[in-house]
């Protein structure tokens, strides 16, 4: 098995004519020939099927071409010439085990799986990865589905992003940065697109207090509120839109901005879809031009999709909108955004009661260990207003 | 299920009718339908104390009875629905504030203390004490002229003429006008069967008047005899709900006081109650309502209207205060059209579920909405209000847009300076072209708010409340799972929500997310019942380890949770009011004495002044918390209609 006869002329060129359709498909050194593919691309090397079985078989013999099974046909594909010569150097139980990480292929196999699967001795099974390995032909790469498991995968090949979870992973880890900075910058994109400003000026007076619940218009505002004022309750401050500059020279500057977010007419536009954030993340500088090239839009899809499960994007049409009153962070900015969220979440009539977060509320009962009378809760609750 | 509900209700009983009502109502809820005898036996209260605490009950609706005939023992059972609105009162009589003014607001009140009432009895109340309504008459004008519902002319009179004492004539038209929109309606004398027995006469009615031979199987039949019991129901509702031509006193327009009413119709066109078209504040004052007539607060028109406002707040939320006030308007107009939040006889056509949903016109809006907002102040490129009245203000104001770079579609053509005094019609056109471009705005929305019938163009637009009921329940419990669990945990939940069920791995993908944090959220989330897992095991073994689960969000169960836990929480808050009061009770005690009464000032010390004042607005709170939990369980159970968890 050792020394083979060397490759023929017919089969050399029925192996170049093979590799050359290979490469010029789409799919690369995966792509599969069956019979018939073959006899097309060898009407020159071999005349009919008995000249062409002995030239095949030569082939396999050399390890140039590898045969499987497709829908009960046979049918072979090509390998690349070093690796050939590789493969022929190898002993039985080393080929076996290579033509099974051939198999899995961008996805890798699993060592436990392995040696499963070929049944012979896991020793001689871990000394064939060893020398495959060694010999450059197979790669062990983290696997992010289960990254306890060594999975092994040919030497060439890049990894799937099933293997190493795509984008967003860096050597197998979550990368939850690069994820942030993302979502801001795709809020910032959307936001600029998707709503008006208005900003006006108030000279801030020393004695007042930071302005008073909403008014929609801040033309308006005076006259208005005193007129609507008994509508403006809890949930009215939230639709507040104004923001106040952060500047260090707030303390001073005498006058404040007040931002207010105008709706843009309907149907007038379109607004950024999925595709479009795409274009703009890829071509902005804001992020590393090789991450920026592996991004898809199917990634950046995902990231949109949490941001509209987290209520800062909503969806117009086919395209997405900032929802009224987010705002990006400024870059640079490293105030802490968790705080300043915290403060904003409201619930609701039963949140806001000690009852609706009571740790014990499936205890408190009348005459029970806790009641309403017991409950220390509505003590510091009412404290708390007072 | 009603453990809860029922724990609710006793506290809720016990405050308002006392500890008699509440201990008979308990023994009520516990025991099912009972008679006087047996009830009395159950509660071991002596007989005749049964029979008062059950009149006080009857009084206020919380119970039922039921004789099937003359002489036959009658059944009492509870009314769970009606036990239950005691916590709405108060959210009721705001809402009525600010649609129809504080008077109607004080009435609605009265009555839905007294349960139902007389309209003779309530006129005599309203004229024997008229010092009593002086206080609270004075600031209506300054407070509630620009409320959302206050365009309509009722109102208008009622709170124009608020500087003096409420006449008669302002008394039945505030009373018709409520009658009108469907707070209030008539009480028949078949609101206190129970519906199952209620059910019983019909069906034994319809036997006997077109089933001689009593035989109801069989498919076709069957159709025959349902449709019968639809069409007699029906009537029956008709017969006992309000009607202008049926309910108007026999005695029709009253003479006597007529040259005071002549002065007043001048007063009320000055005013400018005619224009707005749809009620002649004139002709109804001077039809009187019958005193006979009993009137009671129909819960379900209340209820509509409180969805309204969550939905306005909704849109608030996503829009802005302009759109939302717009869209207030329009439900409004919706409103007067759909007969009640789910009408179960209505004609059952599911697959046009769309054309039985009302609609409204732009200028039906446009009369409703509050003239004072000025529309064009939130939307890119539409004018604004100011432009319309002065020429030159809107030169001024275009340039301003100028300044902006704005891309200003409909102001181009529209916004020419134009002269003063003959805006009227293009002032006009000018408000309609901005509703609608609010009303696009909203439809726009991925939650869809509203829709244009049929045809782009067309100026109807209609509300999927069904739908948007479901938004409103997912916000809702959205907002408790943010409250409680905070950011990412609702992240998951919207996650699984929209996927559907999903196995932990797919979960971390998708929320972008390490697969140790969302286990240990995935983990909280089910040990609170919020989430729940299938399993699905690999092999016959059953094995833990060889089984995946897959996570799933039942937004029906958890509203369900909610619904249970905010009773809990209600039944608490009231619970919580005497555990505070015991705190305060001695000086409770001292300010209500006789010799304090009233004269709180000078009889009682400055320590005590402020634990008196200490001690209201912890009752304060707790009672503001009820009502925002009673807004909870509103939206969580009634909006829809459909919740059947009350019916006796």
């Known amino acids: 098995m050792a020394t083979l006869t060397k490759l023929s002329g017919p089969g050399d060129a029925l192996y170049t004519e093979l590799c050359k359709a290979a490469q010029n498909s789409i799919e690369g050194l995966r792509k599969v020939f069956f019979q018939s593919d073959i006899e097309q691309l060898a009407t020159d090397t071999a005349r009919d099927k008995k000249e062409l079985l002995p030239l095949v078989q030569e082939l396999v013999n050399h390890s140039l071409l590898r045969l499987s099974k497709l829908d009960r046909a046979l049918c072979w594909s090509t390998r690349p010439r070093d690796a050939a010569t590789a493969i022929s150097r190898l002993n039985a139980d080393e080929k076996l085990v290579y033509s099974y990480v051939e198999d899995a292929h961008q996805k890798g196999i699993w060592l436990r799986e392995l040696k499963k699967r070929t049944n012979i001795n896991p020793n001689a099974v871990t000394k064939a990865m060893n020398k495959l390995e060694n010999a450059h032909l197979i790669k062990s790469v983290k696997n992010i589905r289960a990254p306890a498991q060594k999975t092994y995968m040919l030497y060439h090949l890049v990894p799937s992003d099933d293997v190493t979870g795509g984008s967003f992973f860096d050597a197998g880890d979550l990368d939850e940065s690069l994820i942030d900075e993302l979502s801001n910058l795709i809020i910032f994109h959307v936001r600029m697109q998707s709503w008006a400003d208005t900003k006006t000026k108030r000279i801030k007076r020393e004695t007042t207090p930071p302005p008073l619940t909403a008014a929609d218009d801040p033309d308006t505002a005076g006259g208005k509120k005193r007129k609507r004022g008994p509508t403006t309750d809890i949930e009215d401050s939230a639709a507040t839109t104004r923001k106040y500059r952060l500047s260090a020279y707030d303390t001073d500057d005498p006058t404040i901005e007040i931002i207010t977010q105008l709706a843009l007419p309907a149907y007038s536009r379109a607004y950024p879809s999925a595709e479009a954030i795409h274009s703009f993340i890829t071509t902005t500088d804001a992020i590393r031009a090789s991450k920026a090239a592996q991004l898809t839009v199917a990634e950046i899809q995902n990231v949109v999709d949490v941001l509209v499960w987290d209520d800062k994007l909503e969806k117009i049409g086919d395209g997405y909108r900032t929802v009224r009153g987010i705002k990006f962070r400024p870059p640079g900015f490293l105030g802490d955004e968790e705080a300043e969220d915290g403060d904003k979440v409201e619930g609701n009539g039963l949140t806001q009661v000690p009852c609706g977060r009571c740790p014990v509320f499936e205890l408190c009962g009348e005459g029970g260990p806790v009641n309403a009378g017991s409950c220390v809760y509505w003590g510091r609750w009412l404290k708390e207003g007072a | ?648």
Request: glycine fraction near 6%; hydrophobic fraction near 35%; charge should be negative.
């Open chain 2, 1 to 648: 299920m009603a453990q809860n509900l029922a724990e609710l209700c006793i506290v809720l009983i016990e405050n308002s009718l006392g500890e008699l009502s509440a201990q008979i109502f308990a023994t009520l809820a516990e025991h099912g339908r009972l008679t006087v005898h047996t009830l009395a036996e159950h509660a071991k209260i002596p007989l005749r104390r049964v029979r008062t605490g059950l009149t006080n009950l009857m009084e206020e609706q919380l119970v039922l009875h039921f004789a099937a005939e003359e002489g036959a023992p009658t059944f009492y059972s509870v009314n769970w629905r009606n036990a239950y609105n005691l916590a709405r009162h108060t959210n009721i009589a705001e809402l009525v504030n600010d649609r129809h003014g504080e008077h109607a607001a004080d009435m609605v009140g009265n009555i839905l203390q007294l349960g139902h009432a007389r309209v003779g009895d309530l006129a005599d109340a309203y004229d024997l004490q008229p010092a009593s309504k002086r206080d609270s008459g004075i600031d209506t004008t300054a407070d509630h002229m620009t409320e959302e519902g206050l365009v309509n002319g009722i109102a208008k009179t009622s709170s124009a003429k608020a500087s003096h004492d409420m006449s008669t004539s302002e008394f039945h038209s505030t009373l018709r006008a409520l009658l009108r929109s469907g707070v209030l309606v008539k009480v028949g004398t078949r609101a206190y069967m129970p519906p199952s027995d209620l059910q019983e006469q019909i069906e034994e009615a319809v036997i006997i008047d077109q089933f001689p031979d009593r035989k109801v199987t069989g498919p076709k039949k069957q159709s025959e005899f349902k449709l019968a019991i639809n069409v007699l129901k029906r009537k029956w509702r008709e017969d006992d709900a309000y009607s202008d031509l049926h309910d108007v006193g026999s005695r029709g327009a009253i003479k006597r006081p007529g040259d005071h009413f002549k002065t007043e119709n001048k007063r009320i066109k000055v005013n400018g109650g005619h224009a707005n078209g749809v009620l002649h504040d004139g002709e109804q004052s001077t039809t009187k309502l019958s005193d006979d007539l009993v009137v009671r607060v129909d819960f379900s028109r209340c209820t509509m209207a409180m969805r309204s406002r969550r939905l306005e707040q909704h849109a608030k939320r996503y829009l802005g205060g302009v759109t939302a006030a717009v869209y207030g308007a329009l439900l409004q107009t919706l409103e007067g059209k759909v007969r009640a939040v789910h009408d179960d006889l209505a004609p059952d056509n599911s697959d046009d579920e769309e054309s039985t949903l009302p609609c409204s016109t732009i200028s039906e809006v446009a009369e409703i909405l509050d003239p004072t907002i000025d529309l064009g102040a939130s939307i890119k490129g539409l004018p604004g209000d100011k432009t319309l009245t002065n020429g030159t203000n809107g030169k001024k104001r275009h340039d301003e847009f100028g300044d902006f770079g704005i891309k200003r579609e409909l102001s181009d053509s529209e916004d020419e300076p134009t002269t003063n005094g003959y805006t009227g019609y293009r002032d006009r056109a000018k408000r309609l072209s901005a509703i609608e471009a609010h009303l696009a705005l909203l439809e726009e929305h991925a939650r869809h708010f509203c829709k244009r019938t049929r045809a782009h163009g067309s100026n109807e637009w209609r509300v999927d409340f069904p739908a948007l009921n479901a938004t409103l329940i997912e916000a809702e419990l959205d907002a408790t799972i943010l409250a409680r669990y905070g950011k990412l945990a609702l992240r998951v939940v919207r996650l699984l929500r929209e996927r559907g069920k999903l196995e932990e791995k797919q979960v971390a993908s998708c929320a972008m997310m390490r697969i140790k944090d969302v286990r240990a959220i995935l983990t909280e989330l089910q040990f609170h019942g919020i989430l729940e897992a299938q399993e699905l095991p690999k092999d016959n073994a059953r094995q833990p380890s060889r089984t995946l689960y897959l996570w799933f969000f039942d937004t029906f169960r958890v509203q369900h949770l909610f619904l249970q836990q905010t009773y809990k929480g209600m039944a608490r808050t009231m619970q919580r009011i005497p555990v505070e009061r015991e705190r305060y009770r001695t000086v409770i005690e001292k300010a209500e004495r006789t010799d304090v009464k009233g004269r709180e000032q000078e009889k009682l010390e400055q320590p005590e002044k402020q634990a008196l004042r200490e001690w209201r607005e912890a009752e304060e709170r707790l009672l503001a918390q009820v009502d925002r939990m009673d807004q909870m369980v509103a939206l969580l159970r009634d909006f829809s209609g459909k919740d059947t968890s009350l019916t006796t």
